[in-house]
């Protein structure tokens, strides 16, 4: 064909260079007639390069294809070919086959798909980081809503199916202390011997691997399994894997898909599953960090609960924030009623009346400090207030305790009071018989002497008229003297009394008919407030006596005339409150007077032996120790109360011990 001469060739060819697009010519042979530039330009050819070619060199099984048996162009719709240039670069084209004429000759148009595919390939690109981005921030906002690692990985998993196809899904946790791996979560339909519980060894598999070497492992066919203990996902119809490690700061696990396809997870998947496993690895480590608060925030609980001793921690406010077992159980309150309660609320409860702030020390030093505290019914009580700090070394809370030291204090006294015991009894045992004697002549020898000063003769002696004085003042001191000696005696020899059942009003109303004679003496009101309704109890009435008439006459001798001396007697129960110790109902009864009362830095004094406030010649000092030992014979406690002015009350609870507990403490 001469082109030169085929002007409509010309203008054809030349319209497709004006789109930039190249174009061929060719005849029914597949061999090009002409081409525009835009072709030339194309596959970088020169004219006489191209004119006289096969087309089927640029363009790849295009010729053959557009061509039936006999030569005759055959109509083709637009198709996408790989172009071949002259340097041997290829590029993907659109490529349209138009027959023209009866000759077999054909137009054949090329368009250029590389910018297409390009953008086609970024906007693929750019669906596939919107998926990312989107699965990506779905599962961010799963992490701040939920703190459950099991509700996270159901989530989660639905989330990446929307993407990756998979027929198993599990979350492996890594032991460190125990090298192994442990299935944490699972999701699947199929029958499997991987249950949520299992063990994995590190060693022999896949996933063992993305551990150790903390890169993502890709499993394309578990037919040729790299790994031996791989095979047994084999058997159960896994044919390819795709392993992620879970990491943050440290390695936590390994987020598993497996698929029963050969060949089913690629690189691209990982652009995939590597965010998402970012994801997962800051939700599990917050899962896990939780968990191990929360069990240490169980321990700290149980810790707190177990102490034996009454603890509570108060904020900046002085409000009651938290209260242990111990405390809940002496006051009676709940942890709801205790929240926001003061101090003074919680000791008044225990039985202690202090209305001022027990840790005003420790909030102006902020530094511990220590008090001790009295409690109703003779109790004594140690308290510690200790300041927590913030990083300011502001003071936000104060933990209390409150130690119950009533038994530890009693055993003391009880210690130093035998340790006086045995030293009294020992002392007594080696000076009693030496000094009875000699008191016992000089008695003698003074009696005499009183007789004989009878004497008239001797009385009309003026040198011997004070004579019968001295003498009657040195008889009465022997006597005196003996009298301690009996009083030591019976404070430092163990009881021998009998316990026997006795009713404590008709013990108490014996004893008033014994003193009621110097009651009356001093115009003293003997006032009984007595419950009619206290059970009978073991106890031994000849030391209760002594003990009742001990504390009475000494109520009688420091009450001045016309004072009032009230003995009360109750059952306590513990109804007001109060913890009873000891396990048992204890008999109280309270002697009471209206006399000038007892300094308070004497009142701790005054059970010692030997102590007294008498004027000398008119008391041992041994009346209320003995009393003391007494109540401790039974179990009891007696307690001292007492105002300047006002009076004082001695408190004694005896328990009142059933039949078979009636022998006195040893």
């Known amino acids: 064909m001469d082109v030169s001469t085929d002007e409509r060739t010309a203008v054809l060819l030349d319209t497709f260079d004006q789109l930039k697009t190249p174009a061929f010519i060719t005849n029914n042979r597949g061999m090009v007639c002409a081409c525009n530039r835009s072709a030339l330009s194309a596959f970088q050819y020169a004219p006489e390069e191209l004119v006289g070619g096969k087309i089927s060199d640029l363009l790849a099984d295009m010729a053959r294809d557009c061509q039936s048996t006999d030569g005759a162009a055959v109509p083709q719709p637009p198709r996408e070919i790989i172009c071949r240039r002259k340097s041997g670069e290829t590029f993907a084209a659109r490529v349209s086959f138009i027959p023209m004429g009866d000759a077999g000759q054909a137009l054949v148009v090329i368009a250029d798909m590389t910018e297409e595919n390009l953008l086609r390939e970024k906007a693929s690109q750019m669906a596939r980081e919107l998926e990312i981005f989107h699965l990506t921030s779905e599962l961010s906002g799963i992490i701040n809503s939920s703190l459950s690692i099991g509700t996270i990985f159901r989530i989660m998993v639905s989330e990446i199916r929307k993407l990756i196809a998979y027929s198993r899904a599990s979350l492996l946790l890594y032991n460190e202390g125990e090298n192994n791996l442990l299935i944490f979560a699972l999701d699947t339909d199929m029958k499997t011997i991987m249950k949520r519980g299992v063990k994995a060894p590190i060693e022999g598999t896949s996933a063992g691997w993305v551990i150790q070497h903390h890169q993502p492992w890709i499993n394309d066919d578990l037919s040729e399994a790299v790994f031996p203990l791989d095979r047994k996902l084999y058997d159960e119809g896994i044919r390819s894997t795709i ?79 938290r209260a242990n077992r111990t405390l809940l159980a002496t006051t009676g309150f709940s942890a709801v009623e205790f929240s926001g309660r003061q101090c003074w609320e919680i000791l008044d409860k225990i039985g202690i009346n202090s209305r001022e702030c027990l840790c005003a020390e420790t909030l102006a030093h902020q530094q511990p400090s220590f008090r001790e505290l009295k409690g109703a019914g003779g109790f004594l009580y140690h308290f510690w207030a200790y300041p927590l700090k913030d990083e300011e ?47 016992g002549i000089i008695a003698g020898y003074a009696e005499a002497l009183l007789d004989r000063a009878g004497e008239e003769s001797l009385l009309k002696m003026r040198e011997f008229e004070d004579f019968p004085e001295y003498l009657s003042t040195i008889h009465n001191e022997i006597f005196r003297c003996k009298d301690i000696l009996r009083g030591l005696l019976d404070f430092a020899r163990p009881s021998g009394g009998t316990f026997r059942e006795i009713d404590i009003n008709e013990l108490i109303k014996e004893v008033i008919l014994l003193v009621n004679h110097k009651a009356k003496r001093l115009s003293h009101n003997l006032d009984l407030k007595l419950n009619r309704d206290l059970p009978k109890f073991y106890a031994d009435p000849g030391s209760l006596r002594q003990l009742f008439m001990n504390i009475i006459i000494n109520s009688i001798y420091f009450t001045p005339e016309r004072g009032s001396i009230t003995i ?11 913890v009873l110790h000891g396990g048992y109902d204890r008999i109280v009864v309270s002697i009471s007077d209206t006399g000038p009362g007892i300094p308070a830095d004497l009142i701790e004094k005054i059970f010692n032996p030997f102590f007294t406030t008498k004027p000398v010649g008119e008391g041992t000092g041994l009346g209320l ?9 039974h179990n009891g406690a007696i307690d001292a109360v007492s105002e300047i002015g006002k009076g004082t009350t001695f408190t004694i609870r005896i328990p009142a011990h059933e039949r078979d507990d009636k022998s006195p403490r040893s």
């Open 243 to 321: 392993s992620v490690p879970l990491f943050h700061d440290k390695i936590l696990g390994v987020f598993n898909l497996d698929s029963t396809e050969a060949s089913r997870y690629s690189e691209r998947d990982l652009e995939i599953l590597l965010p998402a496993a970012k994801q997962i690895s800051i939700a599990l480590e917050n899962a896990l960090l939780f968990g191990e608060v929360s069990r240490e925030k169980k321990e700290w609980e149980k810790t707190f609960d177990a102490i034996t001793d009454m603890v509570w921690i108060e904020d900046g406010r002085q409000r009651v924030i």
């Open 625 to 633: 120790a003995i009393c003391h030992k007494i109540v401790e014979e």
């Open 393 to 439: 070394g502001g003071v936000y809370a104060i933990v209390h305790y409150l130690k119950d030291v009533t038994a530890q204090k009693r055993l003391e006294q009880q210690l130093i009071r035998s340790d006086r015991l045995a030293s009294l009894g020992t002392l007594v045992a080696g000076i009693a018989h030496e000094i009875n004697n000699p008191l």
């Open 568 to 578: 009360e007697t109750w059952m306590d129960t513990g109804a007001t409150g109060t």
